[in-house]
């Protein structure tokens, strides 16, 4: 049977959708064992995660973090580098809005520490993104195992700090004390209603008004921008980068520089956005999310939108299924969510040679295809 290869629109905007959606017929076929009735579980997540009052601003905050995790781990895959820090550079980016809070905001007005805590968290995400760039750019050291035992250095100084000198006075839990009244950012519902506009509370802040920046910011850098072509030129030949007058090591820190930021900034949400203080563990596994989301979103920003709301769902809609029904437990809601990654990452390319082979019946011949090779006839 004749096989076509695949235009884009069908290579990244459909075959991600039969993906998920083949990850979702097994999940429900494991609940309908169990004794549920899938569609009725479908539904509650559904309504869970879109529906209820307050369910979209609660799906919304859960992708704000998804946004930045993985549009760290995508910048740094377009110049082949797996980072996987992402957790150990969000927490180290928390750590900086802390500082900055805590030391400024007796000092100055609360609008003047926030625009300042905002970009520290940032700068000190880059610096915990860059040091393993430049161990593998100087020293050979390997992307993955770096970010690995930085997550790890990361989390231990966290609990070195908030166990000790950053504890609050008087208390045993591993925080600080709160920030100052005003040092947060507002929440979306507070400015809705101020404006007239009903809205259920949630903790939907202004950090996804940045979180879209970002998005819209790194298309820029990777796609319109000189930076952003050698970084990509880095990740398909170093080689080719050094012809063309540009140091791959110099490439290699900068662009951990930049994933590490991004990731950093996913503190907006849980520090400044929520909590007004930093708290032990706060990222809560969303580093690592985010590799998922990166994957599933094909390393483009307009897909890790689409995969950081899908998953968004999932957190909020699994909570809900928790809620509802005795059977499913939140175990249950994270196997749904292991199946979506190994049906978009391990998987991706299974259902490839059918759709190529549907495709090639639909549209027919390639007329781009060189036609095949006959033999000469001889004569007698």
Do not use: C
């Amino acid at each position: 049977m004749m096989r076509r290869p695949l235009p884009k629109w069908i290579d990244i905007g459909v075959m991600p959708i039969i993906n998920i959606f083949a990850a979702f017929v097994v999940a429900g076929i494991i609940i309908a064992l169990i004794g549920e009735n899938p569609i009725t579980a479908l539904s509650v997540m559904v309504k869970g995660a879109f529906v209820y009052k307050g369910a979209l601003g609660y799906t919304l905050f859960y992708a704000t973090n998804f946004i930045f995790t993985g549009l760290a781990v995508a910048v740094a895959f377009h110049a082949t580098l797996f980072n996987i820090g992402g957790e150990g550079q969000a927490m180290i980016g928390g750590l900086g809005i802390g500082i900055v809070a805590l030391s400024l905001d007796p000092l100055l007005p609360p609008l003047l520490v926030i625009l300042l805590a905002i970009p520290m968290a940032a700068v000190f995400g880059a610096i915990w993104g860059m040091i393993p760039g430049w161990l593998q750019a100087k020293r050979g050291s390997h992307i993955v195992i770096t970010t690995i035992m930085f997550n790890f250095i990361a989390s231990s100084i966290m609990v070195w700090l908030l166990a000790g000198m950053l504890m609050a006075p008087g208390q045993m839990s591993p925080e600080t004390r709160h920030f100052a009244e005003g040092v947060g950012l507002l929440q979306i519902h507070q400015i809705a209603n101020a404006i007239g506009i009903p809205m259920a509370r949630s903790p939907l802040n202004l950090s996804f008004l940045v979180a879209l920046a970002a998005l819209v910011g790194v298309w820029v850098l990777i796609w319109r921008t000189r930076l952003g072509y050698i970084i990509r030129a880095t990740g398909h030949s170093e080689k080719a980068v050094i012809y063309a007058g540009h140091d791959p090591a110099k490439i290699i820190m900068i662009t951990m520089a930049i994933s590490g930021g991004l990731a950093g900034l996913m503190a907006l949400n849980e520090i400044l956005g929520v909590q007004e203080r930093v708290i032990l563990n706060f990222t809560s596994g969303y580093g690592f999310t985010g590799i998922a989301v990166a994957l599933m979103g094909r390393n483009h920003p307009f897909g890790i939108l689409l995969a950081s709301l899908l998953f968004g769902a999932l957190y909020q809609g699994g909570a809900e299924i928790d809620f509802e029904f005795q059977t499913i437990t939140r175990e249950m809601v994270l196997m749904i969510q292991g199946l979506i990654i190994l049906f978009s990452g391990a998987l991706a390319l299974m259902f490839h040679p059918l759709m190529e082979r549907l495709y090639g019946m639909i549209a027919g011949p390639d007329s781009n295809a060189s036609p095949p090779k006959t033999k000469r006839a001889e004569h007698g």
